[in-house]
C-alpha cells in the first residue's frame, strides 16, 4: 500500500536570519496570473509619475567670474576637473567634487576664443582676442612662482576656434583659415582655404584622427584629412553654423548646430542631406556636445535652454531651464555620462543631471533592481497614450511655450500654402522637397 506524505523542508520558505527577506514561493506559469498586464500598466504609470516626481536635474552653480563663459574645455585623464574661459581673458580651473575654483590666470586681453586639453592632460591650450595661442601647465605653480605659459604663438589674425588631436602633439586653430600646429613649432604646418572670409569652429574626429571639419561663415561645413594638401568636400546649407561635435562612437557621423533654430546630423559619406534634422529650439543653437557613449548629445541655445536629444530623435526628450540662466553659450557633456555642464551669459557655470531622476551615489542592490524594472516597464508601455503624455510634459517658460506655438503656427501655414500651390499647379511642376533636403543648398567636392 502506497501511502503519500507532506513532506516540507524548512529551508524553502524559513529565512535564516531575522535580517533576511521572506522567502515567497512563486509559480510563473502565465495561466495563474490572468492580471498581470494589467497589473504592470499600472506599475509603469505609477513609476512614470514617479519619475517626473524625482525629476530635479539642477546640481551646483560655479560663481566666481565676473564676464560671460564663453568656452570650456574637459579634462582628458580627470573626471572632476573643468576648465573655463570668459569674455575678459579670465580663464578658470574647477574642482567639481568640491564645486570650487582652483585656479585662475589671466590667460588674454580680451576674449578667450578656444580651450582645449592635450591628450595627455598635462597641458592645456587657449586662444584669444590678442591674436595668441599659450600653453599652461596643468598643475598650478608653486609657493612664490610667477603663472607664465610653457608657449606663446603670436598669429597674424585672431584666432576663433581650437582643437587637439587625439594622439599627436598636433593641434588645429580656425579664424580667416584652418591652420594644423606642430606643438614644437611657432608657425603653421599647413593651412586650409576655400574662398571663405572667416570659420568658428574647428573639430577633430575622436576616432578618425586624421579627419577634421570646420564651420564657415559662408554658410557652409568643411571636411579635411590633414594627408592632403586640400580639403575633401563642403556642403553649403540654407543658414550659418555654429558649432559642430563628431559622434564618438560613429566615425562619419557629427552634428551641427545651426542659426535656424535646428541641429542637423549628417553623414560625411552622404553630404546632399542630413540623417537626421533635430528640432524644438526656438533661436539660435549655439553649441552642442555629445555623452561618450555617443547615443545622446546636448545643445546649447540662444532662448536660454538646454536640451538633449536622442541621436536619431527629431526632437528632444529633455529641456532644463533656470529663471536666471540667460543665453547658453557652451556645453559640455561629463565623460562619465552622468552630468551636463553650461556656461552661460550671466558668468555661470551650472551642473545638471544628465537624467533628471536619478538617484546620486550608491544604491543598494535591490534599490538597482527595483529602477532596472521601472525602467523596463516604462519601456514595454511608452506608447500608451496616458503613460506618454506625462512622460513627454514639460514646464516651459512663458516666452518659450508662446514662440513654439508661434513658430508651429507659421509652419503649419508655409506647408498649407505650398500643398495649395501643388494643387493649383501643373503635376510635377512644384515638387515635394522632403523637411531634410530643404536645408541643404549644394555639396561641393
Known sequence: MKVKILARNPDDYVRETKFDIQRVPRNYDPTLHPFEVSREYTRA?????????FAKPFLASLDGHRDGVNCM????????????GSCDGEVKVWDLTKRECVRTLQAHEGFVRGMVVRYCGTSFFTAGDDKTIKQWKMEAPGYGEEEEPLNTILGKTVFTGLDHHQKDGVFATCGQQVDIWDEQRSSPIRSFTWGVDSFSSVRFNPVETELLASCASDRSIVLYDMRE??????VIMTMRSNTLCWNPMEAYYFTCSNEDYNLYTYDMRILDR???????????????????TGKEFVSASFDKTIRIFPKAG????????????????????????????????????RLWKANAAEKLGVLAPREREAA???????????????????????????????????????????????RNVRKHSKPGTVPVVSEREKHVVTVVK
Not at 45 to 53: H, M
Not at 391 to 399: D, I, N
Request: charged fraction near 30%.
Open 45 to 53: 504609470l505609477n513609476a512614470t509619475k514617479l519619475e517626473r516626481v
Open 372 to 418: 532596472n524594472y521601472s525602467q523596463k516597464l516604462k519601456e514595454k508601455f511608452q506608447h500608451h497614450p496616458q503613460i506618454r503624455r506625462i512622460a513627454h510634459h514639460r514646464h516651459l517658460p512663458k516666452s518659450i511655450y508662446h514662440q513654439t506655438k508661434e513658430l508651429r503656427t507659421m509652419k503649419e501655414a508655409r506647408r498649407r500654402k505650398e
Open 73 to 84: 574645455a574637459k579634462h582628458t585623464k580627470s573626471l572632476s576637473t573643468l576648465l573655463s
Open 314 to 349: 527629431g526632437h528632444s526628450r529633455e529641456v532644463y531651464h533656470t529663471k536666471r540662466m540667460q543665453h547658453v553659450i557652451c556645453i559640455k557633456w561629463s565623460a562619465d555620462n552622468k552630468y551636463i555642464l553650461s556656461g552661460s551669459d550671466e558668468m555661470n557655470i
Open 274 to 292: 542630413p540623417v537626421t534634422v533635430h528640432m524644438d529650439h526656438v533661436s539660435a543653437v549655439l553649441d552642442v556636445d555629445y555623452s561618450p
Open 229 to 234: 594638401a586640400a580639403p575633401l568636400k563642403k
